[in-house]
Structures are given as C-alpha cells and as structure tokens.
C-alpha cells in the first residue's frame, strides 16, 4: 500500500491514509486523535493533549469498556483496544464529545490511520511496515475545497457503523439533500466532505439488511455526480463507477492479488512481471469478498 500510494503522491502531497484491515479480534480497536497538530505552536498544548486522553479513559470506563491497551501512535494520534458490549453510536458519541477529539475508526478489523505528508512519511511515523492485515485502501490528498488537516484527509469510516470505510474520486452534486436526510436518521458527520456521505450511506444500507451490493448499485441511482468510490468491509471490497465513468479506475486481477488505484503507475510499484491493465468502466459496480 505504501509503495502505491508513493507512486501516485504528485496527485496530492498534503495528506495520506490508510485504511487496514487485521484479523478479526474479539475486542475493538479505536484510532482516535486528540488534536490537531497544527496547533503544536500554542504553549497550552502538551496540556491540553494530557488532559483529552485522560477523559478518553475516564469516558471508556464510564461508558463500560474495559480497556486492553491504550497506545500513543504520536503525541496527538492513539490507539485503544478494549471489550465492550454495547451499541457503538452511544460509545463514539461520548468520545467525541471531548473538545478536540476525533474518532478516525472503531471496528473489530478496521484501522484507520491518516496524517499530514506523503505515504513514506506516515507509514514510518505509524510503523506501518509491521502491520498484518488481509486487504486495504489508501488514498493520497491535495487539498482544494478544506483545509490541509487530518479531518480533511481519506479514507473515512462510516460513523459509527463497525469496520466500514470509503476512498472516493469525483464530487457528489446532491450531497447537502443526503447529509439532511441522514442526520434526520440520527447520524452526525466529521467533516464535510461527500466522502464521509457514501460511507454512512452505504452503510446504513446494510444496517437495513440490504446486500453490500445492491446498496452500491442502489447507490448509482440515488447518488448525482460524477464518481468512482472503494468500499471495504471487514470481507469484502467493492467499486462503483457513475454512468458516465469519467473518474479513472485501473484494475489488476490474479488468483491471489487484486490491486485497483487511479493510475496504472501505482499498480506496477507492487509487481515485477509484465501485466495487462483494464478500466473496468463496461460495468459498474464489481465486489470481491475474502
């Protein structure tokens, strides 16, 4: 994942992320953040990062987890892994409302891991070189419409479903009316960006029992833009295109590997031999499951 996302780092040098899945665990693992480290230069900051992971800790046993570990991944990024047998909206929501505070992800498989820099650069800070996982999705980001910061950067994890997250290329023309017609549904959001949307759509989708996907075919006709999404879950990875597939997708497929980036370059940083590439743009939506 490193080596693809490095190789498409001209399409965006101000953030990356990933998006990692383990081995199922019986226990939850969250990344979270306490602040932004933009705000390093402000003399209050050690304290203020002190004091937000002691609420975390004092929240979790409030809310009755029972806290396994609770790692430092840099002086404002954490990991916890915890047991805990309630609903997660409840757990997420008391979290977040710490000032400063942001849930990255909360599954029993998924890790979110985003920040500022290139690939080489958040994989070292990460140690993401001794991460065991079965699938994943990465994204690179220039910002252009938010600010450069971690909220801004991909992937997303669909608050608060468990280990459901998106990568998305293009923009959504009627991302205001579902924002609405969620947060009607109880969902509250991170950030602004219509990325965010087809997460939470998608999973709500299945929430209601629907198929990954039919809920990402059903996607095509009730999301407006011009669009090319990844989903993962904690078995499957999925792709949708829009119909008039003008967002580059490019696709390598064998017996033991799937690779999908937006750019052939990326693919070829992860083989050696020759390959034959395709834009899968003749279908719209494919699904590959574990």
């Known amino acids: 994942m490193t080596a693809m996302l490095q190789a498409m780092k001209h399409r965006g040098p101000d953030s990356t992320g990933y998006a990692l899945y383990g081995e199922r665990s019986e226990l939850l693992v969250m990344r979270f953040k306490l602040a932004d480290p933009r705000d390093a230069a402000d003399f209050s900051y050690p304290e203020r990062l002190a004091r937000s992971r002691r ?122 009316q579902w924002r609405r017609r969620l947060e009607r549904l109880g969902h509250r959001f991170q950030s602004e960006c219509d990325s965010e949307i087809i997460a939470v759509y998608l999973a709500q989708r299945m929430a209601d029992g629907v198929p990954l996907e039919t809920a990402m075919k059903q996607s095509l006709d009730e999301l407006d833009g011009v669009f090319t999404y990844l989903v993962v879950t904690e078995d499957a990875l999925g792709v949708a295109k829009d119909e008039m597939a003008a967002k580059p997708l490019v696709l390598y497929e064998a017996d033991d590997l799937v690779a999908l980036a937006s750019e052939e370059g990326a693919i070829r940083e992860v083989l050696t031999e020759e390959i034959d590439t395709y834009d899968p743009y003749e279908r719209e939506v494919l699904v590959w499951r574990r």
């Open 55 to 176: 609420e975390v800790e004092s929240r979790l046993a409030k809310i009755g987890a029972t806290v396994d570990r609770f790692d430092g991944e840099s002086e404002y990024a954490y990991r916890a892994t915890f047991r805990y047998e309630g609903e997660l909206k409840p757990l997420a929501d008391y979290v977040e409302d710490v000032p400063g505070i942001e849930v990255l992800s909360l599954g029993h498989s998924l890790e979110i891991v985003k920040d500022l820099g290139d690939a080489n650069t958040v994989a070292a800070q990460y140690g993401l070189a001794d991460f065991t996982g079965t699938h994943a999705i990465g994204h690179v980001r220039m910002a252009t419409e938010s600010d450069v910061d971690i909220a801004g950067a991909h992937p997303y994890w669909a608050y608060p479903f468990s280990d459901v997250a998106v990568v998305h290329n293009g923009q959504l023309t009627n991302y205001h």
